[in-house]
């Protein structure tokens, strides 16, 4: 897999030595250390089983209805999983490579991709998850274009955890907030993009988090989101991804509060260390990120 090379895909970003690539490569392919699961398996993680219904096929059809309703529940544990709220999302790691579909399978539907850990190791799950034909479907938001890419996974090949923290990010008054079950943590001052690059507008999510080098253009920390630039189909080599990131060097020239990058968002380097440390690094991917 080609991988994404975010230090090059609408980051306002000067080049970088070849060496700096070949770093972040190696970075981007060791991934799960950097979001490992071990510290998350906990008592709010719900292990998602698909249980085998044989008999299925032999209901009559009020039965075959009522066996598509409650499959879900089976597998879920009777966790109410939604889409994300004000106060609670849910995010889905994908645990291998599993097939995604634009909408909910028939028995005859073929998957229009296929996703694996190395795109991200969580999604964010957009709705209630769905039985059909003895299965329960878990619909997230996809790491590629467009925007609102989305699909159907089988929840058979993921685990689900909730989180209660959400970003929103406001283009107009410059800024980063940070919520907890609703409630506003803190609100910073962040570089948005510029009028011909601008910041994409909607609903994403985190896909990685990955430390970086407090005195790079991209500073401390970089939290590579879903979502591209709506201008900038390819940057520097890569696919016009965009994130939030710390800012050094040349980036300093920049100051907090203006609109001046290619359409990543910029905070200093103590405010996403802190955030980093907030949520903590293994919680980040998945979390929602709204921006407006």
Partial sequence: MTPRLCARAAWNGARRPRVAHRNWTWRRSSR????????????????????????????????????????????????????????VAWRAEIETRTAVFDRLPRRSLRPSRWIAPSDAPWLLVLARPQGAHGRCWVQVRLPWRPNDAAGWVNGNNVLLDKTRWRIEVSTPRRTLTLYRAGA?????????????????LGLFAIAWAIPWHPND?????????????????????????VGIHGRGGASLLDPLGSARSHGCIRMSNDSIDWLVRTIGADGLPGTPVQIS
């Fill in 32 to 87: 799960r250390e950097i979001t490992s699961v071990q510290a998350m398996r906990g008592m709010r993680r719900i292990l998602v089983v698909v249980w085998s219904i044989v008999a299925s096929a032999a209901l009559l059809p009020a039965g075959a209805a009522q066996a598509k309703g409650s499959v879900c529940s089976n597998v879920l544990g009777g966790a109410s999983v939604r889409g994300p709220g004000d106060a």
């Fill in 184 to 200: 506003r943590v803190r609100t910073i001052s962040v570089v948005v993009g510029k009028p011909s690059t601008p910041t994409p």
């Fill in 217 to 241: 253009f991209l500073g401390s920390w970089v939290l590579e989101l879903t979502g591209h630039s709506d201008v900038l189909q390819q940057f520097d080599g890569g696919d016009g991804t």
